[in-house]
């Protein structure tokens, strides 16, 4: 039997559309809008949920920077692995928590400035209780369109 990774309730992870949108795991919505640079030739969002799929893949290509800058900093991370898996993902959260521990004590990373990126540091509580099961639920997809209208809804507001 596969183990969750662990996901705390308050959280979520950030997945494509290949990934079932549930507790702990917000997907954007399929058969809408999603890379960004169907935006960058001057198209504007008319739906809440292209609208959602637009900001998914912006935060989407941020996690995607932290991953490079991660493998820039930390060399192992840079070559396949040969490592059983469950090794090989001890290994990529050794990395992180030790990447997070030097940039607890260093304000600038070299390499951030250097690319000229700068990332924000985001704490998670651990005394919250974790998520153990994943199905797709009403609540979760009724949440995500909940998501989808206040942003959509702020966002025309301020373009007024």
Known sequence: MARLPLIIQS??????????????????FRG???????????????TPEEFFNMKHASAHNVIEKCFRLLKLTLGILRSPSFYPVRV?????????????????????????????????????????????NIHPSNAWATWRMELANQMFDEWKASRN
Do not use: K
């Open 11 to 28: 959280c979520y992870y950030l997945v494509d559309a290949g990934y079932t949108n549930c507790e702990g795991f917000l997907a954007p």
């Open 32 to 46: 809408q809008r999603y890379h960004l640079n169907e935006w960058r030739q001057g198209y504007q969002p008319s």
């Open 88 to 132: 090989h993902n001890r290994i990529i959260i050794a990395c992180c928590l030790l990447y997070n521990f030097i940039r607890t004590y260093m304000s600038l990373d070299p390499i951030e400035v250097e690319l000229g990126e700068g990332l924000p540091s985001n704490v998670i509580d651990d005394e919250e209780p974790n998520i153990v």
